[in-house]
T-cell receptor
Framework: DGGITQSPKYLFRKEGQNVTLSCEQNLNHDAMYWYRQDPGQGLRLIYYSQIVNDFQKGDIAEGYSVSREKKESFPLTVTSAQKNPTAFYLC?????????????FGPGTRLTVL | GQQVMQIPQYQHVQEGEDFTTYCNSSTTLSNIQWYKQRPGGHPVFLIQLVKSGEVKKQKRLTFQFGEAKKNSSLHITATQTTDVGTYFCARNAGNMLTFGGGTRLMVKP
C-alpha cells in the first residue's frame, strides 16, 4: 500500500532532550512537509522540502531541525531549544510537478515533553 | 505568511441541521483546498477549487469559490454524526499550504 508513515504514534520525553520524529513515504512524492498542531488550533508549517538535500524554514522553524537525505524520508528533530514542544506533529507529502497538488498527511505523532 | 481566516471557530448542530463554514482572504487566491480532520485523526483532502465562482458538490457537501476568489465556503446539508470533525480551508502558493484555523463541527444525535 502507498502512503505516509509516522512513528511512533505517541512519544514522551523529558525536558531538555532532543527527540527525532520519523516520516517515511512511498508515494514517490518530491515534496515533504512538517506541521505542528496545538489543541483546537490549525496547522502551522515548521519546515518543508521540495527536493532531496534541500529544505526551507516554514513559519515556526525555531527550535526544530530537519534533513532530507533520501526522497522517502524527512525526519524532524525537536531540539531542547524549542520552548514548548508538546504538540501533535503531522508530516505530509505532495507531488511537485504542478502547483496546487493535494497534500497527503501521515497519522501524526503526539509528543509530550514532561 | 498570508493568512486565511475561517469562521466560525466552533459549531454545534442537531443531527439533520445544515452547517456552513466560511474561509476569507484579504488577497486573491489562486486556488483553495478543503480538508477534514476527524477527532484524533489527520487532515484528509476533500476538494480543490480553482475557478472564480466555482461550485462543486460531493454528496451532501457543497463547496463554493467566490467570484473575486477571496472567499470560499463549505456547506453540509442535513448533517450526520459522521460529519463530526474539524474542517480546514487552505490557500496554496506553489507547493506550500497555509491553513485557516479550522471550524470544529459537533453534531448532537
Amino acid at each position: 500500500d502507498g502512503g505516509i508513515t509516522q512513528s511512533p504514534k505517541y512519544l514522551f520525553r523529558k525536558e531538555g532532550q532532543n527527540v527525532t520524529l520519523s516520516c517515511e513515504q512511498n508515494l514517490n512524492h518530491d515534496a515533504m512537509y512538517w506541521y505542528r498542531q496545538d489543541p483546537g488550533q490549525g496547522l502551522r508549517l515548521i519546515y518543508y522540502s521540495q527536493i532531496v538535500n534541500d529544505f526551507q524554514k516554514g513559519d515556526i522553524a525555531e527550535g526544530y531541525s530537519v534533513s532530507r537525505e533520501k526522497k522517502e524520508s524527512f525526519p524532524l528533530t525537536v531540539t531542547s531549544a524549542q520552548k514548548n514542544p508538546t504538540a501533535f506533529y503531522l508530516c505530509a507529502s505532495s507531488t511537485r510537478s504542478s502547483p496546487g497538488d493535494t497534500q497527503y498527511f501521515g497519522p501524526g505523532t503526539r509528543l509530550t515533553v514532561l | 505568511g498570508q493568512q486565511v481566516m475561517q469562521i466560525p471557530q466552533y459549531q454545534h448542530v442537531q443531527e439533520g441541521e445544515d452547517f456552513t463554514t466560511y474561509c476569507n482572504s484579504s488577497t486573491t487566491l489562486s486556488n483553495i483546498q478543503w480538508y477534514k480532520q476527524r477527532p484524533g485523526g489527520h487532515p484528509v483532502f476533500l476538494i480543490q477549487l480553482v475557478k472564480s465562482g466555482e461550485v462543486k458538490k460531493q454528496k451532501r457537501l457543497t463547496f463554493q469559490f467566490g467570484e473575486a476568489k477571496k472567499n470560499s465556503s463549505l456547506h453540509i446539508t442535513a448533517t450526520q454524526t459522521t460529519d463530526v470533525g474539524t474542517y480546514f480551508c487552505a490557500r496554496n502558493a506553489g507547493n506550500m499550504l497555509t491553513f485557516g484555523g479550522g471550524t470544529r463541527l459537533m453534531v448532537k444525535p
